[in-house]
């Protein structure tokens, strides 16, 4: 988190949402109380915990879009939920503590992509390499039954990496190798229930191996998947965990909407499971 001072923080806020001062300033008064926090030694900062903010508004006026942005801004995980969506523990639905999985989720997204982006330009080297590889085949020289490749390029070999740069070898179709992940067949379980759906897609993923097929593309489709492929083994996924959990834990923010329409107290005709429950598991 960069070190905003609520003006600063405002004035950034200014440029996409109009007008709506005081919640503006309310919430880069809690951003920067979030960066106060972070300067504190470790066992006061458990001591000290975020506020929540209530913005109440018609719709349309910027509720969602300031804590969007205020997002962008400091680089923290978010997400949007309607709490109508929820039911109470126990019931058929999704509960509360969905929410908490979707923000560690978009928050492995975000440092995920941060990582991917800072060896970008060696995963770029090693996919033109792997690309060339299949256009043009090293040349193999043997000494004593002994393979090595070749450490001087061939012209033809160098002229295709110009023409790979430029873009002109982009329509021509490559057969590379890919990794065929197993399919999971969905839609056996009830509504409101994805997140057991998508553990147990998961799961059985997991225990299935991956295999490999050869595949034909177009060598920009084969660029593009190559050069992924290179950068998630050039990434450490435990690091990328690892920050994630924490960014979730002390930057990630939680827009929940519609929580009025929760706000209500029971009828008292029967139970409602997505009122005074949800309330509680939310609070």
């Known amino acids: 988190m960069e070190e905003f001072t609520p003006k600063q923080i405002v004035e950034e806020l200014n440029k996409y949402v109009i007008g709506q001062y005081e919640a503006k300033k309310s ?34 006026v910027g509720k969602t879009e300031i804590a969007r942005r205020l997002a962008n801004l400091v680089k923290a995980p978010f997400i949007k939920v309607e709490a109508t969506k929820f039911t109470e523990v126990g019931y058929v639905g999704r509960d509360v503590e969905a929410i908490i999985r979707e923000l560690a989720e978009s928050s492995f997204k975000m440092v995920k992509e941060e990582k991917m982006a800072e060896v970008e330009e060696k995963a770029k080297k090693l996919a033109e390499e792997k690309i060339l590889d299949y256009l043009v085949p090293r040349k193999i020289r ?9 450490t001087e390029e061939s012209p033809a070999r160098e002229k295709f990496r110009e023409m790979l740069r430029e873009g002109k070898l982009d329509d021509r ?14 839609g056996v379980i009830a509504p409101g229930m994805e997140d057991i759906e998508n553990q147990l897609k998961d799961l059985f993923s997991s225990l299935a191996p991956s295999k490999k ?35 979730a834990e002390n930057l990630g923010i939680v827009f929940i909407d519609e929580i009025d329409k929760v706000a209500g107290k029971s009828s008292g005709s029967g139970p409602d499971v997505s009122r005074e429950g949800v309330q509680r598991d939310l609070l």
């Open 142 to 150: 043997r000494f004593s039954n002994i393979e090595e490749n070749e």
């Open 173 to 186: 179709i490559v057969e590379i190798e890919v990794e065929e992940k197993p399919t999971v067949v969905g």
């Open 27 to 60: 919430v880069a008064i809690a951003l920067r109380n979030r960066w106060r926090r972070q300067q504190l030694p470790e066992d006061l900062r458990d001591e000290v915990v975020p506020k929540n903010i209530l913005m109440i508004g018609p719709t349309g």
């Open 213 to 247: 097929k050869r595949r034909k593309m177009t060598v920009k489709d084969a660029f593009k998947y190559l050069k992924q492929q290179e950068a998630e083994k050039l990434i450490d996924m435990d690091e990328v965990a690892s920050e994630a959990i924490r960014r």
